[in-house]
């Protein structure tokens, strides 16, 4: 018989801390409560992103040695605020603390899927700060300035 594997590793999340996640809001009874967990998440989230108001991605993980060890870990992180961002329903706590990280794992990401990973929270986050009833300024023709 061969040793099972962690959960972690076969439900589909991409961490342990995702994967923790998962089981909390499984175990929900509620939306309320849900958004309770997302909640908590976001807050603990942003203290990890924000530690000692450093503003570099290395500062983050003090802890690790190899600048590509602190990419998979920013990479983690952004996985389940991007999680969190598709399934929160009446959270008020915004996400704009995750744009600069998620910008810079969009733009300097090791690999494709971290790139991905940075652009896909950057544009959830992005998308939802617009206000559709707005409407895009738009120049009419002749109305443009002129170089003179």
Do not use: W
Not at 29 to 57: F, H, P, Y
Not at 65 to 87: D, G, N
Not at 122 to 142: E, L
């Amino acid at each position: 018989m061969s040793p099972s594997l962690p959960p972690y590793l076969t439900s589909g999340a991409s961490s342990r801390s995702h994967h923790s996640l998962l089981v909390k809001l499984h175990e929900a009874k509620s939306d309320q409560e849900e958004d309770e967990i997302l909640e908590k998440e976001i807050v603990r989230q942003k203290e990890l992103m924000s530690a000692k108001g450093q503003s570099t991605v290395c500062s983050l993980y003090p802890f690790l040695i190899h600048q590509t060890e602190v990419q998979a870990r920013l990479s983690e992180s952004l996985i389940v605020l991007l999680h969190v961002a598709m399934l929160r329903h009446g959270t008020t706590t915004d996400l704009d603390f995750a744009l600069v990280h998620a910008l810079h794992l969009a733009d300097s990401g090791r690999t494709i899927q971290e790139k991905r990973i940075g652009q896909s929270l950057f544009h959830q986050i992005h998308d939802k700060n617009i206000d559709p009833d707005v409407d895009r300024i738009s120049i009419p023709p002749g109305a443009a300035p002129t170089g003179t």
